[in-house]
C-alpha cells in the first residue's frame, strides 16, 4: 500500500480560450492582481508483484486534487486585447478539481513483455464570470486513457514490437447559433468546453535486427555493433484531430451562404528505418 500528499505553489498560469481548438497555450506569470496557483493532491494506491518468479506487476491507484486561483480570459476577449492594456484586466479567476483511477499491469520477464496501462480521470473547471457560473470540463479532460504495449523476442536476431494507445478527445466550445449584424456573421457559442473532439488512438510497430556481433567481428574483422530498426508509426493512417476551424462559402447577399467545420490532422501513416551503432 502506498500514500502520498503533496501541496504546491505554482507562478506561472495555463490559460486557453475557450472559443478556440487551436492548441495554442497561453502562459502568465504571477503579480500583485494574481496570485500564484494552489493545489494539493491525495493519492492512495495498491501495487502487487504475482507469479511464482514474480514475473508480473500489477497496480491500481486513486487520487483527488484540488487547485485554486486558476486564471482564464474573461468571455469576449482574447489575447490580442492586451495591446494597450494591462493583461490583468481581462483575466477572471476560480478553481478546478481532478480526480480519476490508474491501473496498470505489466509482464517484466519472458519472450514476450509488455504492460497495459489505463486511466479513468474527470478534471474540472468552475468560474464565476464563465459559462454562467455552472461548472464545466476543462479543456484538457480527458476521460479514458489506454496504452498497450508489446515486445517479442523471436530469437537472438529478431525483435518485435508494437503499441496502441487511445484517448478521449479534448473537450472545446462550439457555436450552437450565428445571426447576422450588419452584413457580419455573429457567433452564439453553447455551453463553455459542452463538445469533444473526436477520440485519439492510433497503432505503432517495429522490428529490429541484431546481427550476430562474433560473426560481424569474423568477417568484417571490427568491433562494431549494430543493429536495424523498420518501424511504422500510425500504421492504419488514422487521422486524428488537432484543430478544428470554420470556413465559409457560398455568397450571403445571394443566401447560397454555407458553413463548414473543418478538422486538421498531423502524422499520418509514417514508414521509418533507423540504423543504430556503437564502436
Request: proline content about 4%; overall charge neutral.
Amino acid at each position: 500500500m502506498k500514500a502520498g500528499y503533496s501541496e504546491n505553489y505554482q507562478y506561472i498560469h495555463l490559460t486557453s480560450l475557450g472559443t478556440s481548438s487551436l492548441p495554442g497555450d497561453i502562459w502568465i506569470p504571477s503579480s500583485d492582481r494574481v496570485d500564484p496557483q494552489w493545489g494539493r493532491q491525495l493519492s492512495l494506491g495498491y501495487f502487487k508483484t504475482l507469479g511464482n518468479e514474480e514475473n508480473w506487476e500489477a497496480s491500481v491507484e486513486g487520487y483527488w486534487k484540488e487547485l485554486e486561483n486558476l486564471v482564464a480570459y474573461a468571455e469576449n476577449t482574447n489575447p490580442e486585447d492586451n495591446i494597450g492594456n494591462n493583461v490583468d484586466n481581462n483575466l477572471v479567476f476560480g478553481e478546478g478539481w481532478s480526480y480519476g483511477l490508474e491501473t496498470f499491469v505489466k509482464k517484466r520477464q519472458g519472450r514476450l513483455t509488455g504492460w497495459i496501462g489505463y486511466t479513468w480521470s474527470k478534471t474540472e473547471r468552475q468560474f464565476d464570470d464563465l459559462n454562467s457560473g455552472l461548472i464545466f470540463p476543462a479543456k484538457y479532460d480527458r476521460r479514458h486513457d489506454l496504452s498497450v504495449v508489446l515486445d517479442f523476442s523471436l530469437s537472438k536476431a529478431w525483435r518485435f514490437g508494437g503499441a496502441f494507445v487511445y484517448a478521449t478527445g479534448n473537450s472545446l466550445t462550439l457555436p450552437i447559433q450565428r445571426y447576422i449584424f450588419e452584413g457580419r456573421i455573429t457567433d452564439i457559442y453553447g455551453a463553455r468546453n459542452g463538445y469533444r473532439m473526436a477520440p485519439y488512438h492510433r497503432a505503432d510497430i517495429s522490428a529490429t535486427y541484431t546481427p550476430d556481433p562474433a560473426r560481424s567481428r569474423k568477417r568484417r574483422d571490427s568491433r562494431t555493433k549494430s543493429s536495424w530498426t523498420f518501424g511504422v508509426f500510425n500504421l492504419y493512417n488514422r487521422l486524428n484531430p488537432y484543430f478544428i476551424y470554420f470556413s465559409n462559402e457560398g455568397n450571403l447577399s445571394a443566401g447560397t451562404l454555407d458553413l463548414q467545420a473543418n478538422q486538421v490532422s498531423l502524422f499520418p501513416i509514417i514508414p521509418s528505418i533507423t540504423w543504430n551503432f556503437k564502436f
